[in-house]
């Protein structure tokens, strides 16, 4: 009998218990240095855990029931767009033909694979407005990166390289926007936001000038809002020889309505894995493909897949390209995903996914903004944020209304972003959830508010009902403990 509750699998463990046990051999012995060289062998076994497949699946069964995840319940974790995805594309990204293929093999062996890059790359790019794309970035945040890396070259590549030392991105930006302009050598200019959460076109038109090498723009922005003025944005920036990046990350609320390239932006990257299907959280796996304008084709990372003659080929020829950003040619897990996704759903499917993620996002905000403050009462896109402040005069923080949500069984959401909301909480219920989970989350929520003025207490002391209590959050974060040190048994 195995208690799992709190044991790890290195506890369970029982010398000469065996999870499964391999035929007799039909072919004759070898030594096994006689197949691997001496130098590459272990000098002592690996201390791997030993126990029977029963206690190894009741184990991980028990654990997997611990947590909390999009097929187990609503989880409208703001920002990033936890949806339900389909296991059909699952299905389709573990077939023998995508998962058992290597990445050394001959171009004339994965001409399939080839393809699939290919098309999902022109997919892309009719979906974003823009002419070209790559799939190698592994990550949004790794997208940017090699976004700007690209707005480096070409500044280069004219001659102004020294004088466009700066980059804008607005206070309600994504916290790896600053970060990746600040990695590849950029000062960062912030723009407040306007009173409608927008960017203050008069701040921007300050700060922009002949320093400018580009601006990032989220939009909709972290607030949930769609920035009114983006044309005059584009127009600003790129009068004034800056390049205008968009971050992607909100892409669920806009697809097959508006693209970035229409609105004037010059590069955007898009998250794979939060807006076509894949799972994530918990570091990944993820995709950040980039998408660019004409001109900034010659600087996209190597190998670029191509079509000839012969068929698809890898193209390295590419002596303006800003070099190669990632092993091989970026997630291709996530991008098989992402190629079904689209497929399945079609241009009018991608139109409706959008539609009804915001129809979603201000079901809730209306129902909402009866009992907590709304900083921006305007109608929102996939996502909205509220604001814990009411309840704050009962000594309630939004801390304690979200720990709460999880005795309802419902996954927080986004808590203090975007920093320019007190007491923020930002939530996206994406267009996978019905009305009834709908209903539920803003009856909950209600409830929520209706103790923080009864019972505070009650909050303060929440979660009552799961596994652990309140952690200590600062020390998980930055003294993680994550490498558990093990000793397997005596073999006796």
Same mark, same amino acid.
Request: charged fraction near 20%; hydrophobic fraction near 35%.
């Given at each position: @009998?195995?208690?799992?509750?709190?044991?790890?699998?290195? !506890?369970?463990?029982?010398?000469?218990?065996?999870?499964?046990?391999?035929?007799?051999?039909?072919?004759?012995? *070898?030594?096994?240095?006689?197949?691997?060289?001496?130098?590459?062998? &272990?000098?002592?076994?690996?201390?791997?855990?030993?126990?029977?497949?029963?206690? %190894?699946?009741?184990?991980?069964?028990?654990?997997?029931?611990?947590?909390?995840?999009?097929?187990?319940?609503?989880?409208?974790?703001?920002?990033?767009?936890?949806?339900?995805? $389909?296991?059909?594309?699952?299905?389709?990204?573990?077939?023998?033909?995508?998962?058992?293929? =290597?990445?050394?093999?001959?171009?004339?062996?994965?001409?399939?694979?080839?393809?699939?890059?290919?098309?999902?790359?022109?997919?892309?790019?009719?979906?974003?407005?823009?002419?070209?794309?790559?799939?190698?970035?592994?990550?949004?945040?790794?997208?940017?990166? +090699?976004?700007?890396?690209?707005?480096?070259?070409? =500044?280069?590549?004219?001659?102004?390289?020294? *004088?466009?030392?700066?980059?804008?991105? $607005?206070?309600?930006? =994504?916290?790896?926007?600053?970060?990746?302009?600040?990695?590849?050598?950029?000062? %960062?200019?912030?723009?407040?936001?306007?009173?409608?959460?927008?960017?203050?076109?008069?701040?921007?038109?300050?700060?922009?000038?002949?320093?400018?090498?580009?601006?990032?723009?989220?939009?909709?922005?972290?607030?949930?809002?769609?920035?009114?003025?983006?044309?005059?944005?584009?127009?600003?920036? /790129?009068?004034?020889?800056?390049?205008?990046?968009? #971050?992607?990350?909100?892409?669920? +609320?806009?697809?097959?309505?508006?693209? +970035?390239?229409? @609105?004037?932006?010059?590069?955007?990257?898009?998250?794979?894995?939060?807006?076509?299907?894949?799972?994530?959280?918990?570091?990944?796996?993820?995709?950040?493909?980039?998408?660019?304008?004409?001109?900034?084709?010659?600087?996209?990372?190597?190998?670029?897949?191509?079509?000839?003659? *012969?068929?698809?080929?890898?193209?390295?020829?590419?002596?303006?390209?800003?070099?190669?950003?990632?092993?091989?040619?970026?997630?291709?897990?996530?991008?098989?995903?992402?190629?079904?996704?689209?497929?399945?759903?079609?241009?009018?499917?991608?139109?409706?996914?959008?539609?009804?993620? %915001?129809?979603?996002?201000?079901?809730?905000?209306?129902?909402?903004?009866? #009992?907590?403050?709304?900083?921006?009462?305007?109608?929102?896109?996939?996502?909205?944020?509220?604001?814990?402040?009411?309840?704050?005069?009962?000594?309630?923080?939004?801390?304690?209304?979200?720990? &709460?949500?999880?005795?309802?069984?419902?996954?927080?959401?986004?808590?203090?972003?975007?920093?320019? %909301? !007190?007491?923020?909480?930002?939530?996206?219920?994406?267009?996978?959830?019905?009305?009834?989970?709908?209903? =539920?989350?803003? +009856?909950?929520?209600? *409830?929520?508010?209706?103790?923080?003025?009864? #019972?505070?207490?009650?909050?303060?002391?929440? $979660? /009552?009902?799961?596994?652990?209590?309140?952690?200590?959050?600062?020390?998980?974060?930055?003294?993680?403990?994550?490498?558990?040190?093990?000793?397997?048994?005596?073999?006796?």
């Amino acid at each position: @009998m195995i208690d799992g509750s709190s044991s790890t699998i290195f !506890d369970l463990s029982q010398s000469g218990k065996r999870g499964y046990r391999l035929p007799d051999l039909d072919v004759p012995e *070898q030594e096994i240095t006689e197949l691997i060289p001496a130098a590459l062998l &272990r000098k002592e076994p690996v201390p791997l855990p030993q126990v029977s497949e029963p206690e %190894v699946v009741r184990h991980y069964t028990l654990l997997s029931r611990k947590n909390h995840a999009v097929d187990v319940g609503f989880y409208p974790l703001g920002s990033c767009t936890m949806k339900y995805n $389909p296991k059909v594309n699952e299905d389709i990204a573990s077939q023998g033909g995508f998962a058992d293929l =290597h990445p050394y093999q001959p171009e004339e062996t994965v001409q399939g694979m080839l393809e699939l890059i290919y098309q999902l790359e022109d997919m892309l790019c009719e979906i974003s407005g823009l002419a070209a794309c790559t799939l190698q970035p592994a990550a949004g945040a790794h997208g940017e990166l +090699a976004g700007l890396f690209l707005i480096k070259a070409y =500044h280069r590549d004219r001659g102004e390289g020294e *004088q466009r030392t700066q980059i804008i991105i $607005p206070d309600s930006a =994504h916290g790896t926007n600053p970060a990746s302009a600040a990695m590849c050598g950029y000062e %960062v200019v912030e723009i407040p936001s306007d009173n409608r959460g927008g960017m203050d076109l008069e701040a921007l038109r300050r700060a922009v000038g002949p320093q400018t090498a580009g601006l990032m723009l989220t939009n909709p922005n972290t607030l949930g809002l769609f920035d009114e003025n983006t044309r005059e944005i584009a127009e600003l920036v /790129h009068q004034a020889g800056g390049l205008l990046y968009y #971050d992607g990350a909100n892409a669920n +609320a806009i697809l097959g309505i508006s693209r +970035a390239g229409d @609105m004037g932006f010059d590069i955007v990257h898009f998250n794979l894995h939060k807006t076509f299907s894949t799972p994530h959280g918990g570091g990944g796996p993820g995709a950040g493909p980039i998408c660019v304008r004409e001109d900034l084709v010659p600087y996209l990372p190597v190998p670029r897949v191509v079509k000839g003659e *012969q068929g698809y080929a890898l193209d390295y020829q590419r002596p303006k390209s800003i070099g190669k950003i990632k092993n091989f040619y970026g997630n291709i897990g996530v991008a098989i995903r992402a190629y079904a996704y689209i497929l399945s759903q079609g241009a009018e499917g991608l139109r409706r996914v959008s539609e009804v993620a %915001v129809l979603n996002a201000n079901y809730l905000l209306a129902k909402l903004k009866e #009992d907590f403050a709304l900083p921006y009462d305007r109608f929102c896109k996939h996502e909205f944020v509220l604001s814990g402040s009411r309840q704050a005069a009962h000594g309630v923080r939004t801390l304690d209304l979200v720990k &709460r949500l999880l005795d309802y069984g419902i996954h927080a959401p986004t808590v203090y972003f975007p920093l320019i %909301v !007190d007491e923020a909480m930002m939530i996206e219920p994406t267009e996978t959830e019905s009305k009834e989970t709908l209903d =539920h989350f803003i +009856a909950v929520m209600k *409830q929520i508010a209706r103790e923080a003025q009864e #019972d505070p207490n009650l909050l303060l002391e929440a $979660p /009552h009902s799961t596994l652990v209590r309140r952690l200590d959050e600062t020390k998980a974060a930055r003294q993680p403990d994550v490498r558990y040190q093990w000793q397997p048994q005596s073999q006796g």
